[in-house]
């Protein structure tokens, strides 16, 4: 049996919202992480079949051992959600559901050993695909003051981003910063006291500004937007769960691009249109949309957690859901 340690956010949200299109018969899981979200799809919808995604392959050996009861009706993918999508594109069966869940498993934090929490003395790498790419400590070792509190400022709106660099950069001119017990104590050095004793942790910040950072989550949450919407099947529902105001806002505008009638309609400017638009825009690449008008908002405000679940699992207080249909 295996331990799982993560418990999915706005679940029964989740299964309302997207529930609807779930007639295709395919649904992708594009942060299956334990596998919580996929398990409760799979029991709810006897017919349904997944393909769950996620670059971490200890998390997603997890997720199998779960799920192994469903047999083929669920299968894995190893790597990151964009790239499947990307190579999809055109090809095979196209599913009538696409979810993500952009949240970093409490896995991770309490059992990944990789510095994501400050609350323990670990190495300070932060990747979830520790294949790929550099780590947080890295990182710190070779940015500038200038580079280091842009990236606090704009990966995480921190307001103390030019006195925690500061702070950082002078501290690895003794020794290198490799461990997250190090880091966190810097950045609470150089804060100003009163904000030392909050309730959030100094660092929290700091410590999801280098996170997204090194995973690249903002770059690779357009890109895979864009290759998620163009896969989904007609009539089909993506849903983006987000835990952030930077993540969120990128969601936001993109749902809005993709169905600027639904978004106007409901800023209350709604006028009457024809079903399909040849207004054209340009994504992300740079590469002109015809936008149908068909495609339609779902989520008009984004949709949060109940009290009772807040309650019982504080981890969802700041998960929030939106959802778009694809026109037909």
């Known amino acids: 049996m295996c331990e799982i340690v993560h418990k999915p956010v706005l679940v029964e949200q989740t299964i309302e919202l997207l529930g609807p299109a779930v007639g295709s018969g395919l649904?992708?899981?594009?942060?299956?992480?334990?596998?919580?979200?996929?398990?409760?799809?799979?029991?709810?919808?006897?017919?349904?079949?997944i393909t769950g995604i996620d670059a971490d392959k200890n998390i997603l050996e997890i997720a199998k051992k779960r799920l192994k009861g469903f047999g083929d009706r669920i299968n894995f993918y190893h790597g990151w959600a964009?790239?499947?999508?990307?190579?999809?594109?055109?090809?095979?069966?196209?599913?009538?559901?696409?979810?993500?869940?952009?949240?970093?498993?409490?896995?991770?934090?309490?059992?990944?050993?990789?510095?994501?929490?400050?609350?323990?003395?670990?190495?300070?790498?932060?990747?979830?695909?520790?294949?790929?790419?550099?780590?947080?400590a890295q990182l710190l070792a070779s940015i500038s003051e200038?580079?280091?509190?842009?990236?606090?400022?704009?990966?995480?709106?921190?307001?103390?981003?030019?006195?925690?660099?500061?702070?950082?950069?002078?501290?690895?001119?003794?020794a290198a910063i490799t461990s997250s017990a190090v880091l966190a104590e810097i950045v609470r050095q150089a804060?100003?006291?009163?904000?030392?004793?909050?309730?959030?942790?100094?660092?929290?910040?700091?410590?999801?500004?280098?996170?997204?950072?090194?995973?690249?989550?903002?770059?690779?949450?357009?890109?895979?937007?864009?290759?998620?919407?163009?896969?989904?099947?007609?009539g089909g529902r993506l849903g983006v769960i987000t835990f952030h105001s930077l993540e969120d806002r990128i969601v936001k505008n993109f749902f809005r691009q993709k169905a600027p009638a639904s978004?106007?309609?409901?800023?209350?400017?709604?006028?009457?249109?024809?079903?399909?638009?040849?207004?054209?825009?340009?994504?992300?690449?740079?590469?002109?949309?015809?936008?149908?008008?068909?495609?339609r908002l779902i989520t008009k405000k984004p949709v949060g957690p109940a009290g009772f679940e807040i309650k019982e699992n504080p981890a969802s207080c700041s998960a929030k859901i939106r959802v778009i249909e694809k026109g037909l």
């Open 191 to 234: 804060v100003p006291p009163e904000a030392r004793h909050r309730r959030v942790h100094a660092a929290t910040k700091t410590y999801q500004a280098l996170r997204i950072a090194v995973n690249g989550e903002l770059v690779k949450l357009q890109q895979k937007l864009e290759a998620a919407f163009d896969v989904l099947n007609s």
């Open 27 to 49: 649904m992708i899981d594009c942060t299956i992480g334990e596998g919580g979200h996929s398990e409760a799809f799979l029991k709810r919808f006897p017919d349904l079949r």
């Open 146 to 174: 200038k580079e280091l509190a842009d990236l606090l400022f704009f990966n995480a709106e921190e307001r103390y981003s030019r006195r925690i660099a500061r702070s950082i950069i002078e501290a690895r001119k003794t």
């Open 263 to 295: 978004a106007k309609k409901a800023e209350g400017t709604y006028k009457q249109r024809s079903a399909v638009s040849d207004t054209p825009i340009y994504n992300s690449s740079g590469i002109k949309d015809t936008v149908c008008a068909a495609n």
């Open 82 to 136: 964009e790239d499947f999508l990307e190579a999809k594109r055109g090809t095979g069966e196209k599913p009538g559901i696409i979810l993500m869940d952009l949240g970093v498993s409490l896995f991770h934090y309490e059992k990944g050993g990789r510095g994501f929490s400050f609350a323990k003395d670990e190495p300070l790498d932060m990747r979830i695909d520790t294949e790929l790419g550099f780590s947080a």
